[in-house]
């Protein structure tokens, strides 16, 4: 079955750029799914962050203020999140899921923004 | 943005006693609307969507139902392995929310 697995650099300092990518495994990334990238800050609720269709269409949130970029890599199986200019409020276990219904999870990594 | 707004925020029952979890949207997102379940160090899984669908293998205890602006999750028989945080989402439009969760605790 289709699985979701998350990497990124665990630290990054405050203003830096924080980059994630999710390896699908399983399945193609290709296929007529939405894929999209949750966070959940610690001991907080879950924040959607963005989606992208099959056909490249990509949603943000918000609040977000235009710093996240997601895409696909066809070639490698993957699904990329880039974040700029993080902030304290940006550390967060961020999760990879699948669909619009979000039925595929990731187990998420963990990114703390600190100096 | 459309807020989903959970209730209680806290709730206590019994095993084998029925749960009623509820959300509620600050405007129609019709049924597009998911509920997840979610332990202590392990990412959400998703229980319901489309408001009342399960979703592949999770047991027939677990129901949604609503539409609109309010929906809810019940389960019938609670198990020791149900207590848990308890999330709604929409997906009616973009940005997608969540709602706050209800903590499910153990009488």
């Known amino acids: 079955q289709v699985q979701l697995q998350e990497s990124g650099p665990g630290l990054v300092k405050p203003s830096g750029t924080l980059s994630l990518t999710c390896v699908v495994s399983g399945g193609s990334i290709s296929s007529s799914h939405w894929w999209s990238w949750v966070r959940q800050s610690p001991g907080k609720g879950l924040e959607w962050i963005a989606e992208i269709s099959h056909t490249g269409s990509t949603y943000y949130n918000p609040s977000l203020e235009n710093r996240a970029t997601i895409s696909i890599d066809k070639s490698t199986n993957q699904l990329s999140l880039r974040l700029t200019s993080v902030i304290d409020a940006d550390t967060a276990v961020y999760y990879c899921?699948?669909?619009?219904?979000?039925?595929?999870w990731g187990q998420g990594t963990m990114v703390t923004v600190s100096s | 943005d459309i807020v989903m707004t959970q209730s209680p925020a806290t709730l206590s029952v019994s095993p084998g006693d029925r749960a009623t979890l509820s959300c509620r949207a600050s405007?129609?997102?019709?049924?597009?609307l998911a509920w997840y379940q979610q332990k202590p160090g392990q990412a959400p899984r998703l229980l319901i969507y489309g408001a009342s669908t399960r979703a592949t293998g999770v047991p027939a205890r677990f129901s949604g139902s609503g539409s609109g602006t309010d929906f809810t999750l019940t389960i019938s028989s609670l198990q020791s392995e149900d207590f848990a945080v308890y999330y709604c989402q929409h997906y009616y439009y973009w940005p997608r929310t969540f709602g706050r969760g209800t903590k499910l605790e153990m009488k």
């Open positions: 899921v699948r669909e619009q219904w979000l039925d595929i």
């Open positions: 405007q129609s997102v019709i049924n597009y």
